[in-house]
C-alpha cells in the first residue's frame, strides 16, 4: 500500500517547526490543518499506528506514527527522517499564456507530474483572458492547491513555484536568458526553425542551470513577441507540424526537456 503523503507549513502543526535533527528522535507533535486531518480521517480513514509522511517542501521528509486521532488534531511521532538527493538537473521554467475553463488547472496539474519547477501564468496581445479578468483569490488558491495535490500524488519533494500572471515584456526582463547557463525557448508554428527536440540536442555537455520554454495563446505570438523573444536571447523553435493548444503545446515541451535532462 502506498503511504500517504502531505506537504505541511509551520501553520500546520504544533510545534511550529518543520525541519529536525535525527537526534531529536522519536519526536512527537500535533496536527492542526482541518485539511489533512479530513485526509487522514475521513477520506484515508487510518488509525493509529498508520504511517504518513509529511514533507516541509524543503527537501526535508518525516516519516510519522499516527499515535492519537481526535476531531480537531491529531498527535503524530516522527519515527525516521529523510533528506531529498538533489539530482544535477537545471531548473525548468513554464510559460503558458492564461487560458479559459479547466484547461489551466489540467495543464498545472500535468506539468507538476512532469517536473516543472516554476509556472509563469502569461498575458500576451492575443491572450484571452487578462490579468483582470477573473483571478480571484480563490482561483489563486485553487491554483495552489491543485500543485501541492499533484505533487503529493507523484510524489515529489517540492511543490512548484506559480507566480502572479505577467506581460510578455515584463516576462523577458525577468528571465535573464544567458545561452550556457540559462536557456530559454519560445515555441512558434508555422515557420522555419529548428525543433526542440534538436535545438535540445545542440546544447553543450554540460547542463545549464535554467531552462525556461515560452508558450503562445491560441492565435500564437504576435510577430513583434517574437522578435522581442529573439532580441532578448531566446531561441525559436517548432513542437512539430500539427498546431498544438497551448496547455498541449506545454506539456509536450516540457516532457521533451525533462527527458533530454533527466536521460
Request: charged share 20%; glycine share 4%.
Amino acid at each position: 500500500m502506498q503511504i500517504p503523503r502531505f506537504f505541511i507549513s509551520s501553520q500546520d502543526i504544533e510545534p511550529n517547526v518543520i525541519s529536525i535533527a535525527e537526534t531529536s528522535l522519536p519526536y512527537s507533535f500535533t496536527i492542526k490543518s482541518a485539511s489533512i486531518i479530513k485526509q487522514i480521517t475521513l477520506v484515508l480513514r487510518l488509525r493509529a499506528g498508520n504511517i504518513i509522511r509529511l514533507l516541509n517542501n524543503s527537501g526535508e521528509l518525516w516519516e510519522c506514527s499516527l499515535v492519537n486521532l481526535v476531531k480537531k488534531n491529531i498527535t503524530c511521532q516522527v519515527i525516521k527522517i529523510e533528506k531529498q538527493i538533489q539530482a544535477k538537473l537545471p531548473s525548468f521554467t513554464v510559460i503558458i499564456p492564461l487560458i479559459k475553463g479547466s484547461r489551466f488547472d489540467f495543464c498545472l496539474e500535468k506539468l507538476t507530474e512532469i517536473g516543472t519547477d516554476q509556472i509563469i501564468p502569461l498575458i500576451t496581445e492575443r491572450t484571452v483572458i487578462k490579468a483582470n479578468e477573473g483571478l480571484s483569490n480563490h482561483k489563486r488558491s485553487r491554483w495552489q492547491t491543485i500543485l501541492k495535490e499533484s505533487a503529493e500524488q507523484c510524489e515529489r519533494w517540492t511543490i512548484p513555484l506559480i507566480v502572479e500572471p505577467i506581460k510578455f515584456k515584463q516576462c523577458l526582463q525577468s528571465l535573464t536568458i544567458k545561452h550556457k547557463f540559462n536557456v530559454g525557448f519560445i515555441c512558434i508554428e508555422r515557420a522555419d526553425v529548428l525543433a526542440l527536440r534538436s535545438a535540445l540536442d545542440e546544447l553543450n555537455d554540460e547542463a545549464p542551470n535554467q531552462v525556461s520554454v515560452l508558450l503562445g495563446p491560441e492565435g500564437g505570438f504576435t510577430n513583434e513577441e517574437i522578435d522581442l523573444a529573439i532580441k532578448s536571447g531566446w531561441k525559436s523553435v517548432s513542437l512539430g507540424p500539427r498546431i498544438l493548444r497551448s496547455e498541449t503545446a506545454a506539456i509536450y515541451s516540457l516532457a521533451l526537456i525533462s527527458s533530454h535532462f533527466e536521460n
